[in-house]
């Protein structure tokens, strides 16, 4: 099987957001398992399987598609942090999350932008 994404920078500091999103999450209060805390774990995780998902796939233009997808994953996942930060889940922790949010952001705009600067 090609294994196009794992040369991706931006599938690696997804991979290590999930990761960070985990461990964050594990803090989280019990009755939120089955609430914000699977939603945010979905989220985080939803972020490199689309990047992979499109890699994988033929053409520049499904490969935006699904970069464009993780993007919409990646608002999701900022939103439900916002979310336990207001209701106190978070602490100071958060902030790691935050800028590895903001990293895989600034990393899939410059490559959706290579990409349709891309010669047809």
């Keep these: 099987m090609k294994r196009g994404h794992r040369k991706l920078p931006v599938w690696t500091a997804s991979i290590d957001l999930v990761e960070a999103v985990y461990a964050l999450t ?10 914000l805390t699977a939603q945010a774990r979905r989220a985080a995780t939803s972020v490199p399987s ?15 598609q699904f970069l464009h997808v993780a993007s919409g994953s990646l608002a999701e996942l900022d939103t439900q942090l916002e979310v336990a ?3 106190g889940y978070c602490g100071t922790a958060a902030a790691d999350v935050q800028a590895r949010i903001d990293n895989v952001h600034g990393q899939l705009l410059g490559l959706l932008s290579s990409l349709k600067r891309r010669p047809r």
């Design 26 to 35: 594990a803090r989280w209060p019990d009755h939120e398992r089955f609430g």
């Design 50 to 64: 689309n990047i992979a998902e499109g890699a994988a796939r033929r053409g520049t233009a499904e490969l935006v």
């Design 85 to 87: 930060r207001r209701l």
